[in-house]
T-cell receptor, first 115, second 117 residues
Framework: NAGVTQTPKFQVLKTGQSMTLQCAQD?????MYWYRQDPGMGLRLIYY???????DKGEVPNGYNVSRLNKREFSLRLESAAPSQTSVYFC??????????????FGPGTRLLVL | AQSVTQLDSHVSVSEGTPVLLRCNYS??????LFWYVQHPNKGLQLLLK??????LVKGINGFEAEFKKSETSFHLTKPSAHMSDAAEYFC???????????????FGRGTQLTVWP
């Protein structure tokens, strides 16, 4: 049981290059999320998926696209990377309990540097 | 709309003295609130969470937080700081409405805790 996994761990891109960040969870959760973390900003939501086949924009979606390939996988794509997208990216999923509580599970993060 | 304000970007304490990290929230619903800790170059670790049960929530490593609806606050405290507590702390609110299965998180900007020997 690996929880939430992300690949790659580190990536360096040149401006204009494209790449896809991969995220997978083995907990059978419906909702998945992509956040970015920048110094002094906390984490901000880029995109989310409430269930397989659905995706929605979060706070900072510009420059990104996502795909919810199946229940397990939720990928984030940068079509034309810009230096402003240098950040640490976290994927997450949520478990909801019968008592109304919720617990989030975060991946280890992907550090992206765009030159 | 949901939002979180962490009132201090940096807090410094001496080892063995109390820690207070302040957080105010805004939420349209009865909120779920969380505190996370992040050590340098590490991922996020959940310290504690409030989901409408007891207003005083105990977490890991001796931390606790009190939910005060009248003050819209969820301050994090620890009676005695340890060197290993030095890290960045995030207060977080979920926008999940009861019965929904979608909970987006809204993070505060973080409080950097420094612990002096």
């Amino acid at each position: 049981n690996a929880g939430v996994t992300q690949t790659p761990k580190f990536q360096v891109l040149k401006t204009g290059q494209s790449m896809t960040l991969q995220c997978a969870q083995d907990m059978n959760h419906n909702s998945m999320y992509w956040y970015r973390q920048d110094p002094g900003m906390g984490l901000r939501l880029i995109y989310y998926s409430a269930s397989e086949g659905t995706t929605d924009k979060g706070e900072v979606p510009n420059g990104y696209n996502v795909s919810r390939l199946n229940k397990r996988e939720f990928s984030l794509r940068l079509e034309s990377a810009a230096p402003s997208q240098t950040s640490v990216y976290f994927c997450a999923t949520t478990r909801f309990s019968g008592t109304g509580g919720e617990t989030q599970y975060f991946g280890p993060g992907t550090r992206l540097l765009v030159l | 709309a949901q939002s979180v304000t962490q009132l201090d970007s940096h807090v410094s304490v001496s080892e063995g003295t109390p820690v207070l990290l302040r957080c105010n929230y805004s939420s349209s619903y009865s909120p779920s609130l969380f505190w996370y800790v992040q050590h340098p170059n590490k991922g996020l670790q959940l310290l504690l969470k409030y989901t409408s049960a007891a207003t005083l929530v105990k977490g890991i490593n001796g931390f606790e937080a009190e939910f005060k609806k009248s003050e819209t606050s969820f301050h994090l405290t620890k009676p005695s700081a340890h060197m290993s507590d030095a890290a960045e702390y995030f207060c977080v609110v979920s926008d999940r409405n009861r019965g929904s299965t979608l909970g987006r998180l809204y993070f505060g900007r973080g409080t950097q805790l420094t612990v002096w020997p």
